[in-house]
C-alpha cells in the first residue's frame, strides 16, 4: 500500500530549514514517519530554524501528532527554534489539542545515583526502619501497660481464633518439618558416629540441638511465614482500606485492638509449638538410629533423657518466646506501615519475611552467645 | 449515511441462571457520544463488559465494524477501555503503562514510543506524573492516565466505565471537557457508561437506558430530548431526581 503523506526538506537559507508534510498523517504508519523525521531533524543545528510546514496536510491522527510535538519539543530543548506552520483550522486544532503551539518547558533530568549515595540512602532506610520499630516496640509496651492496669480495656475477642490459626492450624507442618530436620541431621552424624563406635551419641547430638537450637527456630521461620505474612498482609489490607482509620475514630487504638491479641497469641503458641518441635525432632534422630545405627528405641530415648537438661528444653523456650515476640512486633509494624494498594500489601508481606527472617538468625546468635557465656 | 461503528443485536447477557439485560438492540454512530445509562444495579457496567468483549453474551451479537470483539484470543485491540479505576498495573509507572500496549502492539524505537507517551500524557495533564507510580495518584488522575493508556494505539472508540464517579466537581468538568476535545478535534468515538447525568447532558449526542426491573432498554436518543419529553414515569423521575437536587 502506498505511504499516505510524503516528507520533503527544503533548506531555504543557511539557518532556516522547514520539513513540508504532505497527506494524511497517520499513526498506522508511524513508524516510517518517524524514520523519516529523524533523518531530517538532524539537519538543523543550535541557533537554526526547521519549522513543519502543514499546508499541505489534509488529515492528521493523534498518534502522528504525538510524534510531531515529541519531534518539536526535542528541537527547542536541542536550540533549534521550530513551529508549526501554515496548517489549516483543522489540523491546526490537533496541533494546539497536542500542545504543538505551546512554549516547550525544558524537562528536568534526573541525576541517576551513584554506588556511594545509593548506599547511604539504603543505610538511612534501614535506621530509619529499625528506629520505626522500636518505636512501634515503645508504643506497644504502653499499651500492654494499659491493658495491665485495665484488663478490660484489651480485645480478647480475637485472642482464640488468632491462637487456633497460628497455633493449632500450624501443627502437622510443625511436626513434619522438624521430625525431618531430626532425620537429616542424624543421618549426617551417623555417618561419623559410625567410624569411632559411638553410635549412641546421635542422640546427644540431635537431643541437644533440636531442644536448644533448631526446635525453636525452625518453628519460628514457620510461623514467620505462615502468620506473621498473614498479619503483614491482613493489617496492611485494613490500613490501605482505612479500617485502621475507622478504628481510631470509633476510640479503638490498633496497638490495643490489633496488634495485641496477635502479640499474646503468639508469645502463647509458640512455646507449646516449640517443645512439639522438639518432641518431633528427637523422633526422626530415634527412627535413623534405630533404622541405620542398630540402636534400640529405649536406648536411645534413655540416651536423649540422661543427656538433655531442664535448662536446655527451658533454653529453647526462652528464645521462642523471643522470637514469637519478634515475629508478631515485625509482622504488625510492617503492616500498619503499609501504604499504597495492593502493592503496598505485597512488599510490606515480602519485607515481614525477610526482616523477620534476618532478625530471628540475630536473636538466636545472641541468645546462643549470650547462654554461653553467662554458663547457662 | 456510512454504516454505524457499533452493532448490538437482540443482545441477551447474564450468567448460570439470571438474565441481566434482555434482548438490546441498539447502533452506535462514527464520532459520537453514546452513553449507556441507568440507575445503580441495573447492568450498565456489565453490559459493558459485553461491549467489549470480556464476556460472552448468552445470545444475540454484538460487532465493531463487523467485527466481534472477543478478549480470549490475545491480538491488537480494536478499541480502547477505560476501566471504572483506572485498572492502572500497580508495578508500572505512569509512563510504562501508557507505553505498554505500543510496546506489545507496535514496532516503533523506543524514543517514538517515550514521545507518544509523553504527548498523550500531556493531552490528559499528566505530564508531570510521568515518573509517578499509579499508587501516587489521586483518583482522578488515575482515571485519565486510564484514558492516555486506552488512547495509546489511537483507536477510534474508547469505551468509559463510569468516567466522573468518585471525582470532584471540577476534574469531573476538566474529564468532561477532555472527552469533548476528544471527540470534536479526533473524531473519536466514545461510549460512556454513567449515572451522572450533568455530564452526560453536556457530552452525551444520544443514550440509552437501562432498567433493573424489566431487564431491558426503556428509552433511547438524546439525554436532553428525553428529559424534556418522555412520558415514561421511570424515564421521568430519573431525569427529574437531578433537576430536584439542581433545583434545591
Given at each position: 500500500?502506498?505511504?499516505?503523506?510524503?516528507?520533503?526538506?527544503?533548506?531555504?537559507?543557511?539557518?532556516?530549514?522547514?520539513?513540508?508534510?504532505?497527506?494524511?498523517?497517520?499513526?498506522?504508519?508511524?513508524?516510517?514517519?518517524?524514520?523519516?523525521?529523524?533523518?531530517?531533524?538532524?539537519?538543523?543545528?543550535?541557533?537554526?530554524?526547521?519549522?513543519?510546514?502543514?499546508?499541505?496536510?489534509?488529515?492528521?491522527?493523534?498518534?502522528?501528532?504525538?510524534?510531531l510535538a515529541c519531534l518539536r519539543a526535542e528541537l527547542h530543548r536541542r536550540g533549534v527554534?521550530?513551529?508549526?506552520?501554515?496548517?489549516?483550522?483543522?489540523?491546526?486544532?490537533?496541533?494546539?489539542?497536542?500542545?504543538?503551539?505551546?512554549?516547550?518547558?525544558?524537562?528536568?533530568?534526573?541525576?541517576?545515583?551513584?554506588?556511594?549515595?545509593?548506599?547511604?540512602?539504603?543505610?538511612?532506610?534501614?535506621?530509619?526502619?529499625?528506629?520505626?520499630?522500636?518505636?512501634?516496640?515503645?508504643?506497644?509496651?504502653?499499651?500492654?501497660?494499659?491493658?495491665l492496669r485495665s484488663p478490660r480495656s484489651a480485645n480478647l475477642r480475637e485472642l482464640p481464633a488468632t491462637m487456633e490459626r497460628s497455633g493449632a492450624d500450624a501443627v502437622p507442618v510443625i511436626i513434619v518439618i522438624n521430625f525431618l530436620v531430626g532425620v537429616a541431621m542424624a543421618f549426617q552424624s551417623a555417618a561419623q558416629l559410625k567410624q569411632f563406635g559411638a553410635n549412641i551419641l546421635v542422640a546427644d547430638l540431635i537431643g541437644i540441638?533440636?531442644?536448644?537450637?533448631?526446635?525453636?527456630?525452625?518453628?519460628?521461620?514457620?510461623?514467620?511465614?505462615?502468620?506473621?505474612?498473614?498479619?503483614?498482609?491482613?493489617?496492611?489490607?485494613?490500613?490501605?482500606?482505612?479500617?485502621?482509620?475507622?478504628?481510631?475514630?470509633?476510640?479503638?487504638?490498633?496497638?490495643?485492638?490489633?496488634?495485641?491479641?496477635?502479640?499474646?497469641?503468639?508469645?502463647?503458641?509458640?512455646?507449646?509449638?516449640?517443645?512439639?518441635?522438639?518432641?518431633?525432632?528427637?523422633?526422626?534422630?530415634?527412627?535413623?538410629?534405630?533404622?541405620?545405627?542398630?540402636?534400640?528405641?529405649?536406648?536411645?530415648?534413655?540416651?536423649?533423657?540422661r543427656v538433655v537438661s531442664v535448662w536446655d528444653v527451658s533454653s529453647g523456650i526462652v528464645k521462642s518466646v523471643v522470637f514469637a515476640f519478634a515475629v508478631a512486633l515485625i509482622a504488625c509494624q510492617q503492616g500498619l506501615a503499609t501504604s499504597g494498594g495492593a502493592q503496598g500489601v505485597g512488599r510490606r508481606t515480602t519485607s515481614t519475611v525477610v526482616i523477620t527472617m534476618f532478625t530471628l538468625i540475630l536473636i538466636d546468635a545472641v541468645l546462643t552467645i549470650f547462654f554461653r557465656v553467662a554458663g547457662l | 449515511m456510512t454504516?454505524?461503528?457499533?452493532?448490538?443485536?437482540?443482545l441477551t447477557i447474564g450468567w448460570d441462571e439470571t438474565v441481566v439485560q434482555r434482548d438490546a438492540t441498539f447502533e452506535i454512530e462514527r464520532g459520537e457520544i453514546f452513553a449507556?445509562?441507568?440507575?445503580?444495579?441495573?447492568?450498565?457496567?456489565?453490559?459493558?463488559?459485553?461491549?467489549?468483549?470480556?464476556?460472552?453474551?448468552?445470545?444475540?451479537?454484538?460487532?465493531?465494524?463487523?467485527?466481534?470483539?472477543?478478549?480470549?484470543?490475545?491480538?491488537?485491540?480494536?478499541?480502547?477501555?477505560?476501566?471504572?479505576?483506572?485498572?492502572?498495573?500497580?508495578?508500572?509507572?505512569?509512563?510504562?503503562?501508557?507505553?505498554?500496549?505500543?510496546?506489545?502492539?507496535?514496532?516503533?524505537?523506543?524514543?517514538?514510543?517515550?514521545?507518544?507517551?509523553?504527548?498523550?500524557?500531556?493531552?490528559?495533564?499528566?505530564?508531570?506524573?510521568?515518573?509517578?507510580?499509579?499508587s501516587e495518584l489521586s483518583g482522578g488522575m488515575c482515571k485519565r492516565a486510564g484514558i492516555a493508556r486506552a488512547m495509546a494505539l489511537e483507536p477510534d472508540l474508547l469505551?468509559?466505565?463510569?468516567?466522573?464517579?468518585?471525582?470532584?466537581?471540577?476534574?469531573?468538568?476538566?474529564?468532561?471537557?477532555?472527552?469533548?476535545?476528544?471527540?470534536?478535534?479526533?473524531?473519536?468515538t466514545f461510549v460512556v457508561v454513567t449515572h451522572d447525568l450533568d455530564s452526560i447532558f453536556k457530552i452525551g449526542k444520544s443514550c440509552i437506558m437501562l432498567d433493573r426491573e424489566s431487564k431491558s432498554i426503556i428509552a433511547r436518543g438524546d439525554p436532553r430530548v428525553l428529559r424534556d419529553t418522555s412520558t415514561d414515569p421511570r424515564v421521568h423521575s430519573f431525569f427529574n431526581r437531578v433537576r430536584q437536587e439542581v433545583a434545591s
Open positions: 500500500m502506498p505511504s499516505a503523506f510524503a516528507i520533503e526538506h527544503v533548506q531555504a537559507s543557511t539557518d532556516r530549514g522547514e520539513i513540508r508534510l504532505r497527506g494524511t498523517l497517520r499513526f498506522a504508519e508511524a513508524a516510517p514517519l518517524w524514520t523519516e523525521l529523524r533523518r531530517l531533524e538532524t539537519t538543523a543545528s543550535r541557533g537554526q530554524t526547521l519549522d513543519f510546514e502543514m499546508s499541505a496536510v489534509q488529515r492528521i491522527d493523534g498518534g502522528a501528532m504525538a510524534l527554534k521550530s513551529e508549526f506552520m501554515a496548517a489549516d483550522a483543522q489540523v491546526q486544532r490537533i496541533i494546539h489539542l497536542y500542545g504543538g503551539d505551546h512554549a516547550v518547558r525544558r524537562l528536568k533530568r534526573r541525576r541517576p545515583l551513584g554506588t556511594l549515595d545509593q548506599l547511604g540512602r539504603a543505610t538511612v532506610a534501614i535506621l530509619h526502619e529499625l528506629r520505626l520499630v522500636l518505636g512501634f516496640l515503645g508504643q506497644l509496651v504502653v499499651a500492654g501497660a494499659g491493658v540441638s533440636i531442644c536448644r537450637e533448631l526446635g525453636p527456630l525452625m518453628t519460628a521461620i514457620v510461623v514467620c511465614g505462615r502468620s506473621g505474612a498473614a498479619f503483614a498482609a491482613e493489617l496492611g489490607f485494613m490500613q490501605v482500606n482505612e479500617e485502621i482509620d475507622a478504628l481510631r475514630t470509633m476510640g479503638f487504638g490498633p496497638m490495643r485492638y490489633l496488634v495485641l491479641p496477635r502479640a499474646v497469641a503468639l508469645i502463647v503458641v509458640v512455646p507449646l509449638l516449640s517443645l512439639l518441635a522438639d518432641v518431633a525432632g528427637v523422633l526422626g534422630g530415634l527412627a535413623v538410629g534405630v533404622t541405620t545405627l542398630d540402636l534400640t528405641a529405649r536406648a536411645y530415648l534413655n540416651q536423649t533423657m | 454504516d454505524p461503528l457499533f452493532k448490538v443485536v437482540d449507556i445509562l441507568g440507575g445503580s444495579g441495573c447492568g450498565k457496567s456489565t453490559l459493558l463488559r459485553y461491549l467489549v468483549g470480556l464476556e460472552m453474551p448468552i445470545s444475540g451479537s454484538i460487532t465493531i465494524d463487523g467485527v466481534a470483539p472477543d478478549q480470549s484470543v490475545p491480538g491488537r485491540p480494536l478499541f480502547g477501555v477505560m476501566f471504572q479505576s483506572g485498572a492502572l498495573l500497580g508495578s508500572f509507572t505512569v509512563a510504562e503503562n501508557v507505553a505498554l500496549p505500543l510496546q506489545a502492539w507496535t514496532a516503533l524505537p523506543a524514543d517514538a514510543i517515550g514521545g507518544i507517551v509523553a504527548a498523550k500524557l500531556r493531552l490528559v495533564g499528566l505530564e508531570s506524573a510521568a515518573d509517578r507510580m499509579p469505551f468509559l466505565d463510569e468516567p466522573s464517579a468518585g471525582l470532584d466537581p471540577v476534574s469531573a468538568v476538566e474529564l468532561d471537557e477532555l472527552i469533548l476535545d476528544l471527540n470534536q478535534q479526533l473524531g473519536l
